[in-house]
């Protein structure tokens, strides 16, 4: 199984981005899906997450601003991000929670992709 992350870059406040991740291999099923961001010398963060049935959830200080949703015949999860501000310059990474044939359910993460927001 491979997430593959897409849509990073360079803005200035106030613009948008849109980030999309794709699973691909031997999936059976795949549970939430979404994004955490790391930026420098900080932690790892839950930016947004989205259920199978389209529940999702998102930090506070994204609130919005961000907006998750997903592809499931795709097996893509997107973020659309508006109003970016420079604290929200951070490597962002995707995640999926996904059953294979042989495992019940594991974590999956994608390669990261940087967001830089300049004033």
């Known amino acids: 199984v491979q997430l593959q992350a897409s849509g990073g870059g360079l803005v200035q406040a106030g613009e948008s981005l849109r980030l999309s991740c794709a699973a691909s291999?031997?999936?059976?099923?795949?549970?939430?899906m979404g994004w955490y961001r790391q930026a420098p010398g900080k932690q790892r963060d839950l930016v947004a997450a989205?259920?199978?049935?389209?529940?999702?959830n998102s930090a506070d200080s994204v609130k919005g601003r961000f907006t998750i949703s997903r592809d499931s015949a795709r097996n893509t999860v997107y973020l659309q991000m508006n109003s970016l501000k420079p604290d929200d310059t951070a490597v962002y990474y995707c995640?999926?929670?996904?059953?294979?044939?042989?495992?019940?359910?594991?974590?999956?993460w994608g390669q990261g992709t940087l967001v830089t927001v300049s004033s």
């Open positions: 995640f999926a929670d996904i059953a294979t044939r042989t495992v019940v359910v594991s974590m999956y």
């Open positions: 291999g031997s999936i059976f099923r795949i549970n939430a």
């Open positions: 989205i259920t199978s049935g389209g529940s999702t």
